[in-house]
Antibody, heavy 122, light 110 residues
């Protein structure tokens, strides 16, 4: 079945970086855009950006530009997101999510990974 | 304050019909289609409605969506206890050049 499995929880100190992985299976990896979304405890989701099927195009939300990088490895069907210069405000659950439609950028996210909890604390 | 304000809470009894509103602007809902997500606490969001009023496979037809002007709404008919969850609207925003989400509505089934 279509599945996105993310890496495990991370505990980071302020100023550090974190790299999260998202392993895809059950669908043609090179046909789909992948989004990243984060959600702080008790808050609504916050879109972070998108990477295209070939991995040669990315768009990041304005508040994350210059601090976030998204890449993908076709050989392992894995997408990565790295966030730099972490602060306590980056403490959140981070999700990868596939765009719903093949070969299209529709902004309908389905399905979602299980989430990766990133905690930033000194 | 969310770019797409939603009422923080809604409630209904089993069998009732409930609607959840989502308010936007010309740069998002006024121009682009709306998606709705359901999130049971402790789990990832799940796509419930896409392109204003389409249901993914497996979503019951009790759920329906609509969009008019700069607002959208989600309707749930025949309310069931399993519908108790948080509901979020989302749309592309041309000014922000990104997807914006609503603040969420917590639905309680009494």
């Amino acid at each position: 079945q279509v599945q996105l499995v993310q890496s495990g929880a991370e505990l980071k100190k302020p100023g550090a970086s974190v790299k999260i992985s998202c392993k895809a299976s059950g669908f043609p990896f090179t046909n789909y855009y992948i989004h990243w979304v984060r959600q702080a405890r008790g808050q609504g989701p916050e879109w972070m950006g998108i990477i295209n099927p070939r991995g040669d195009f990315t768009t990041y939300a304005q508040q994350f530009q210059g601090r976030v990088s998204m890449t993908r490895d076709t050989s392992t069907t894995t997408v990565y997101m790295e966030v730099n210069s972490l602060t306590s405000e980056d403490t959140a659950m981070y999700y990868c999510a596939r765009d719903r439609q093949s070969s299209s950028w529709t902004n309908s996210l389905d399905p979602w990974g299980q989430g990766t909890l990133v905690t930033v604390s000194s | 304050q969310s770019v797409l304000p939603q009422p923080p809470s809604a409630s209904g009894t089993p069998g009732q019909r409930v609607t959840i509103s989502c308010s936007g602007s010309t740069s998002n809902i006024g121009t682009n289609s709306v998606n709705w997500y359901q999130q049971v606490p402790g789990t990832a969001p799940k796509l419930l409605i896409y392109s204003d009023n389409h249901r993914p496979s497996g979503v019951p037809d009790r759920f329906s969506g609509s969009r008019s002007g700069t607002s959208a709404s989600l309707a749930i008919s025949g309310l069931q206890s399993e519908d108790e969850a948080d509901y979020y609207c989302a749309a592309w925003d041309d000014s922000l050049n990104g997807v914006v989400f609503g603040g969420g509505t917590k639905l309680t089934v009494l």
